[in-house]
Protein backbone atom coordinates (compact mmCIF):
# COMPACT_ATOMS: atom_id res chain seq x y z
CA UNK A 1 0.00 0.00 0.00
CA UNK A 2 1.06 3.61 -1.58
CA UNK A 3 1.43 6.18 1.06
CA UNK A 4 2.57 10.34 0.92
CA UNK A 5 3.31 12.06 4.21
CA UNK A 6 3.56 15.70 4.56
CA UNK A 7 5.37 17.53 6.64
CA UNK A 8 6.78 21.41 7.31
CA UNK A 9 3.40 23.30 7.21
CA UNK A 10 2.91 26.21 9.97
CA UNK A 11 2.41 29.74 11.06
CA UNK A 12 4.79 32.34 9.63
CA UNK A 13 4.86 36.16 9.08
CA UNK A 14 3.83 38.02 5.70
CA UNK A 15 7.63 37.97 3.66
CA UNK A 16 8.50 34.75 5.20
CA UNK A 17 9.62 31.46 4.40
CA UNK A 18 8.36 27.57 4.87
CA UNK A 19 9.83 24.45 3.70
CA UNK A 20 7.61 21.46 3.01
CA UNK A 21 8.17 17.68 2.24
CA UNK A 22 6.81 14.66 1.20
CA UNK A 23 7.67 11.66 1.20
CA UNK A 24 6.59 8.45 -0.73
CA UNK A 25 6.41 4.79 1.31
CA UNK A 26 4.65 1.34 0.50
CA UNK A 27 5.32 -0.96 -2.51
CA UNK A 28 6.68 1.24 -5.15
CA UNK A 29 8.00 0.47 -8.16
CA UNK A 30 7.84 3.75 -9.87
CA UNK A 31 7.03 7.53 -9.49
CA UNK A 32 6.29 9.38 -12.40
CA UNK A 33 5.59 12.95 -11.11
CA UNK A 34 4.79 14.63 -7.89
CA UNK A 35 3.78 17.46 -6.67
CA UNK A 36 1.86 20.10 -4.26
CA UNK A 37 -1.88 21.43 -4.54
CA UNK A 38 -3.77 23.85 -1.82
CA UNK A 39 -7.32 24.29 -0.51
CA UNK A 40 -7.98 27.69 1.59
CA UNK A 41 -11.31 27.91 3.54
CA UNK A 42 -14.13 27.99 1.29
CA UNK A 43 -12.71 27.49 -1.69
CA UNK A 44 -12.21 24.25 -4.22
CA UNK A 45 -8.26 22.57 -4.18
CA UNK A 46 -5.94 24.32 -6.46
CA UNK A 47 -2.73 23.53 -8.16
CA UNK A 48 0.18 25.23 -6.89
CA UNK A 49 3.63 23.21 -8.66
CA UNK A 50 4.46 19.48 -10.42
CA UNK A 51 7.61 17.99 -11.20
CA UNK A 52 8.63 15.18 -13.73
CA UNK A 53 12.19 13.98 -14.10
CA UNK A 54 11.32 14.42 -17.91
CA UNK A 55 9.69 17.35 -18.10
CA UNK A 56 10.55 19.69 -15.76
CA UNK A 57 8.88 21.79 -13.28
CA UNK A 58 5.74 23.71 -13.30
CA UNK A 59 4.21 26.30 -11.52
CA UNK A 60 0.95 28.55 -10.96
CA UNK A 61 0.99 31.72 -12.19
CA UNK A 62 0.28 32.99 -8.23
CA UNK A 63 3.65 31.16 -6.67
CA UNK A 64 6.03 31.74 -9.84
CA UNK A 65 9.04 32.73 -8.41
CA UNK A 66 7.92 32.60 -4.45
CA UNK A 67 7.73 28.85 -4.92
CA UNK A 68 10.64 26.02 -5.70
CA UNK A 69 9.68 22.76 -5.86
CA UNK A 70 12.27 19.82 -5.90
CA UNK A 71 12.06 16.16 -6.01
CA UNK A 72 14.47 12.84 -5.08
CA UNK A 73 13.88 10.04 -7.07
CA UNK A 74 15.76 8.15 -4.74
CA UNK A 75 14.79 8.81 -1.75
CA UNK A 76 11.40 8.90 -2.36
CA UNK A 77 10.44 12.85 -1.41
CA UNK A 78 9.23 16.14 -2.91
CA UNK A 79 9.72 19.16 -1.81
CA UNK A 80 8.43 22.89 -2.08
CA UNK A 81 10.35 25.43 -0.73
CA UNK A 82 7.93 28.98 -0.51
CA UNK A 83 9.35 32.32 0.08
CA UNK A 84 8.05 35.72 0.15
CA UNK A 85 4.71 34.20 1.79
CA UNK A 86 1.61 36.03 1.29
CA UNK A 87 -1.82 36.02 3.47
CA UNK A 88 -3.55 34.53 0.56
CA UNK A 89 -0.97 31.68 0.84
CA UNK A 90 -2.73 30.28 3.69
CA UNK A 91 -4.35 27.10 2.87
CA UNK A 92 -3.99 22.99 3.94
CA UNK A 93 -1.06 21.98 1.34
CA UNK A 94 -1.85 18.48 -0.36
CA UNK A 95 1.27 16.21 -1.45
CA UNK A 96 0.19 14.63 -4.99
CA UNK A 97 2.18 11.88 -6.83
CA UNK A 98 1.20 9.65 -9.89
CA UNK A 99 2.92 6.08 -9.21
CA UNK A 100 3.24 2.69 -10.19
CA UNK A 101 3.25 -0.17 -7.62
CA UNK A 102 4.86 -3.43 -7.40
CA UNK A 103 1.76 -5.15 -7.89
CA UNK A 104 -0.87 -2.45 -8.93
CA UNK A 105 -1.28 -0.01 -12.04
CA UNK A 106 -0.55 3.57 -12.14
CA UNK A 107 -2.60 5.64 -9.35
CA UNK A 108 -2.90 9.17 -8.29
CA UNK A 109 -2.16 9.27 -4.53
CA UNK A 110 -2.58 12.67 -1.89
CA UNK A 111 -1.22 12.93 1.40
CA UNK A 112 -3.17 13.67 4.54
CA UNK A 113 -2.29 17.49 4.17
CA UNK A 114 -0.40 20.46 6.25
CA UNK A 115 -1.44 23.68 7.18
CA UNK A 116 0.02 26.14 6.50
CA UNK A 117 -0.94 30.19 7.67
CA UNK A 118 0.73 33.66 6.93
CA UNK A 119 -0.39 35.73 9.18
CA UNK A 120 1.37 38.69 11.38
Known amino acids: QVQLMESGGGLVQPGGSLRLSCEASGSIASINAMGWYRQAPGKQREFVATITSSAGSHYADSVLGRFTISMDSTKKTVSLQMSNLKPEDTAVYYC??????????????WGQGTQVTVSS
Open 96 to 109: NAGIVGEQTMWAGY
